[in-house]
């Protein structure tokens, strides 16, 4: 992959891609970069460079507010939480032959 592979746009075409790219972590990065590497058309890149970081810190926040199942007791976890001694569980069957036997 290519280093800067948005060298070959057009300030305009940087200033759109930013608005394209608003969802994508990997971009944003790559067009924060190359927006900083332009210096004849740093003044109109500027306002574009601040959405972009603004962009990619909303994508961040969102990552770091949502963690994966964090919260969450994994399965195992949660069968022993939710798991009774056997003999507080009722046999409903042994009770049953129990009475026909008479025991």
């Known amino acids: 992959m290519r280093e800067r592979p948005y060298f070959r746009y057009l300030t305009k075409q ?3 891609e930013v608005e394209r790219q608003r ?3 990997k971009d944003l990065h790559f067009l924060i970069r190359e927006i900083g590497q332009r210096k004849k058309a ?4 500027e ?3 601040v959405k ?3 962009y990619l810190a909303d994508i961040e926040q969102s990552k770091n507010s949502y963690p994966d199942h964090a919260d969450q007791p994994n399965i195992k976890d949660n069968r022993k939480l939710n798991t009774q001694p056997e003999k507080d ?3 409903v069957a ?3 032959l129990r009475s026909v036997k008479g025991i």
Not at 42 to 45: D, H, I, P, W
Request: proline share 9%; glycine share 0%.
């Open 14 to 16: 940087l200033i759109e």
């Open 23 to 25: 969802d994508s972590e």
């Open 42 to 45: 740093k003044s109109k890149l």
């Open 47 to 49: 306002p574009s460079l």
């Open 52 to 54: 972009a970081k603004k």
């Open 89 to 91: 569980i009722p046999n």
């Open 94 to 96: 042994e009770e049953k």
